[in-house]
């Protein structure tokens, strides 16, 4: 780390005292002489002697051993002391310094956890916060008023406190009259009204105008409505549960989530407002007051007109029953009502009306009712449509829509949202007591009954939640776009590579076998979780940008270079083989000290190269200078290439298993040299064609995502089509249970059981219940709706005013949307739970000051919390039911369809004259384990509810078969890839075309060998493809005949194979290829490495079938 900073303080932004061909060379060569713990940062400093033309250093002399020390730690940082590494010109040298830095902290994971931890609590703390802020006006009565109104429980709450309040001069909000609390705006009323309704008469509430007297909030009878009507007021916690299922790790993916939930809601707001324009009033209407004489029996009628609401219609046997009615009946905008007795006449003590018109059309309204040509007791709907088919039209329409959502490949939030609020807002219009907002003449509301609709508002909300999910990643800074990670990225992952392919080097160079091997294993595995989270980066980052300007082309670049990196990636798989394997002993030595300097200077210059390709993406623009500079760096490689290859002929390794793993290695890293080279030689192509300013428009975003969503190849699989299906039915059941079920736990026109499936579906690819995600989501919703009551009862221990109440209610919002959004963001095991336990719970946490704590509200919450229950234990069986293949039958499935794959491979391979059919047989095997892999998890027998008389599943047989078959997949891949002719290796674009031998697998097929190792490795495939699938199926027989099997893990007629290609690459025609992947001798040893790594891989798998079989 000395050197490091030493590399940058050296330089500075003037490179002049000591260049970077001196520092590059060794320090010793640049003049600049390190003590034995390091060039101190303050002491070090280089400087011209212009009348000497040397350079001095106050740092001490070492002994030359400790140069080798100085070497190591340059090529740890991914820099190797070459002379052609000295050769680039970088001018900021100490930004590379900082950069190099930055990316060895990273890359090593040094800090990474404790940053991500720290990440998460501000992440998680920033939402908190705006939940909060955003939850002011409906726990802070200031804003409460100004926004909403005098409306709403928490008005007569107040009221309530203040008569009880032996203090009379305490009055909110300021300035505001007692009586006037008394008072309720309509559910439609908003900004400035006046109570026109004489003394001792029911509330007449009206809009002021500029023809009244001045209004003034202290006047009795003025009262303020707020900006907003009721409608926005119940759906006002949407945005903050919103927030909390958009909000992820960065800003990107929250941007996409906030973006998909808005397409959701739009959709389920889209046919909505289709079945408002088929049936205008919904299921509105009344029952039938008609009997066959006109007069009814026995029946008291209550009538009451609510203004931008509708009539309402009760009726009552009892006279006191009927007065209660008359007098509960909505004061807010009430223009009429009257109670008629059994003789259809009105009782003249019991009726009020704003005015005579009102009067007669309360009389009207009654007469009306009662020549309704209908039978008595039944349901008369104000739309004939509906009344003929609307309930029918309407429960097709809820099937169909959920059914396309779940048959469509739309994204999980997609489908979250939308179904949530197709079910919600069907359930209200198929619900008559709700219907559709009327104006005084009964037609539907103009504008202002729009914005009020549910529809609108919580399409208003979601997109203000989308705007607050955003902002929480934002502010405070967190560091959370995925714009400013994409320079590290690439930075870290071409440190990463680079290092490892130095340290591979220096280790497979040296003369001995150590622990070193391991941990070089351990860095090349870690690679592919660092390209994972690159790649999801690269994605986010369209999100935060849309690829507008210089920012697409950067995205572009990078995204480009990254996928480069991942097939590099795929190369130090077998670099990694190599290392563990080789045992340094036979010839080892001598032929890796005879190209020992060349396959150094190689991986420097390639390393170089690979640094100056992320340089020039970084900044979205690959320039003349930047190309020239590239181009030269790639002559530099090809040398060096050719300078291996010359050394690599004049070792003349041979055909034999001595150096086979050596040659892999020189192989692996020709084939790195030749992709980064391609990718380098593509990049200043780009210059010239200008496709380096190619990004992803939002057009072409759009139509993707259209058909990619609607394609009806991916929509038909079968396994898609069970997904949707199964969740499909249980959210069906479920709304058809809360649409008709009414008594105990259920009560009629009930969405909450449907919804909440719509929230937790099964995910796509399940095949099995998940009795453990089950569990899980059972408790985060049971603990999402009981944790607030046990808060809201601590809440209501404050009065509403009170600046207590304020203060702790927004302190238990901040705090428990914190706690359990970290828990969502750090934990892997329990973050499901805290996301529904954050996003059920903070609806009820944001409900205004009321009558909290009363029976009725206690019930009605723990009812909620039974059809929840119940939903979830619906769901589970639906899908139990619906799974007659098990996951361990899947997984079953898929490795034999694998093992019967590799067949045809190993079939391919030694017929020697099909290469496509051989790539087609592996493809299909890796698709197959990819599917067995995804099932194997499932399969553990704790996952069982009831195990019953099948024995458990043999876990660790299918884990090291699955194992097995991966490695068995990798090196029959690296068969084909050495027996494969290369036009451009490495090409970015995907070869639809068919592979070109170049002659191996037709060479090796007339080798007599060949014919033996076919004899040996076929009946252990066979094995593999009949043996084990029937022992993790459980057959009975499975295992008959394993104890005579004689396992082998050698390929005992390998070194027969070697000495007749051995023998006949004497005849082979003096090659003159010019690249060092292409030496046909090269490519036979590997292939003969891969068949004796298949028979190693081929005899564990015997080995763990005899092992299980004893059991």
Known sequence: RACLRFFGRSFGSNPSPCTLRESLGTWRQAGCIMHEGGCDQEEVRSRDDETSGTKSCPCPEVSSSDDETVEGTLEESGLLITDAVAEIDITNTRNLSQMIGQANARARGQGRHRAACVSHVFLALSVGFWVMVFGLPLYHLGFYYTLFGLRGTVIHKVAEEFNESSNSTNTFPKGVQKDNLLLTCASLDVGKMRNTAPNGHAALLESWNGNMTVWNKTNKGDIWCGFFPRSFLLNWPNVAQFIIFSVYKNTGTTINLAFQGIMGTAMAGLNMQCMIKLFPHGASGHECLNTTDGVQDNKWEVLWYVRKRGWYEKQSTYKGEAIRYYMDADTGGLQARGVFGPDGKLDPYLTWSRNDYWSQKLEARHKALRS??????????????????????????????????????????????????????????????????????????????????????????????????????????????????????????????????????????????????????????????????????????????????????????????????????????????????????????????????????????????????????????????????????????????????????????????????????????????????????????????????????????????????????????????????????????????????????????????????????????????????????????????????????????????????????????????????????????????????????????????????????????????????????????????????????????????????????????????????????????????????????ECEPKMQFIRGRNPPFKMDLARNTLLNLESLISEMNLIATASENWSVLGSLEADSGQAESIGVLELLARMPAMKLAKDEIMPSVEILVEVMPDMLANVPSADDGLQDVSISKELECANSLYEQLAASARSFPTQQHTELTDDIRMRLSIVVRCLQHCALYLGRTEERCVMESAL
């Open 372 to 937: 309704e040509v209908c039978e008595p007791g039944t349901f008369v709907y104000k739309d004939p449509n509906y009344a003929a088919y609307g309930e029918i039209a309407c429960l097709v329409d809820v099937a169909l829509v959920l059914l396309l959502f779940l048959i469509s490949k739309s994204s999980r939030n997609t489908m979250m949202f939308g179904m949530s609020w197709h079910v919600t807002w069907m359930m209200s219009f198929m619900n008559p007591s709700v219907g559709v907002l009327q104006d005084d003449d009964g037609d539907v509301m103009g504008w202002l009954g729009f914005l009020s609709a549910d529809v609108v508002v919580v399409v208003f909300t979601t997109l203000i939640g989308a705007v607050f999910a955003i902002v929480a990643t934002l502010i405070p800074r967190m560091g959370l776009l995925n714009t400013s990670k994409l320079h590290d990225d690439s930075v870290a992952v071409t440190h990463r590579i680079t290092t490892v392919w130095n340290e591979c080097t220096h280790y497979f160079l040296g003369g001995n076998r150590s622990a070193r091997r391991f941990q070089l294993e351990r860095q090349i595995n870690s690679i592919e979780g660092l390209s994972a989270d690159v790649q999801d980066h690269v994605d986010g980052a369209w999100w935060e940008t849309f690829d507008f300007g210089s920012w697409g082309n950067r995205r572009y670049l990078l995204k480009l270079f990254d996928a480069n990196a991942a097939e590099i990636r795929n190369i130090l798989q077998v670099v990694k083989k190599c290392v563990l394997s080789e045992t340094f002993k036979g010839d080892h030595n001598r032929f890796m000290e005879s190209v020992k300097s060349q396959v150094h200077e190689l991986v420097a210059v390639t390393a170089a190269l690979m640094w100056l390709c992320m340089q020039a993406a970084s900044d979205g623009v690959v320039d003349a200078a930047e190309a020239e500079q590239i181009a030269a760096q790639v002559d530099v490689v090809v040398e060096k290439e050719a300078a291996l290859l010359t050394a690599f002929k004049a070792a003349s390794p041979g055909i034999s298993d001595d150096l086979s793993d050596e040659q892999i290695f020189i192989f692996a890293v020709g084939v790195w040299s030749r992709k980064v080279r391609d990718f380098a030689l593509k990049m200043t192509s780009m210059i010239k064609t200008g496709t380096s300013k190619l990004r992803v428009t939002c057009l072409l975003s759009a139509v993707t995502s259209v058909r990619d969503t609607w394609s009806p190849s991916a929509m038909i699989q079968i396994e898609h089509v069970k997904y949707a299906v199964r969740n499909w039915l249980s959210i069906e059941i479920c709304f058809l249970m809360g649409y008709w079920m009414n008594g105990s736990i259920f009560s009629r026109f009930n969405s909450t059981m449907a919804a909440t499936l719509t929230l937790l579906f099964v995910k796509e690819g399940s095949h099995v219940v998940e009795y453990e995600k089950s569990t899980h989501r059972l408790l985060g919703v049971s603990l999402g709706n009981s944790l607030p009551i046990l808060i809201a009862g601590l809440t209501n221990l404050f009065e509403c005013n009170s600046y207590g109440r304020l203060l702790f209610q927004g302190g238990s919002i901040w705090a428990y949307v914190f706690i359990w959004m970290f828990v969502y963001f750090n934990s892997d095991m329990w973050g499901y739970v805290g996301c529904l336990i954050g996003g059920f719970g903070v609806y009820k946490l944001m409900e205004p000051c009321s009558e909290g704590g009363s029976d009725s509200e206690f019930i009605s919450k723990y009812t909620a919390i039974g059809n929840v229950t119940v939903a979830i234990l619906l769901q589970a069986i639906v899908h139990s039911l619906l799974s007659k293949s098990g996951p361990q039958t899947l997984c079953v499935a898929a490795s034999r369809s694998c093992c019967a794959s590799m067949v045809s491979a190993f079939e391919a391979l030694f017929n020697g004259k099909d290469l496509n059919g051989l790539k087609a047989a592996l493809d299909e095997a890796s698709m197959h384990l990819s599917t067995a892999k995804s099932t194997v998890a």
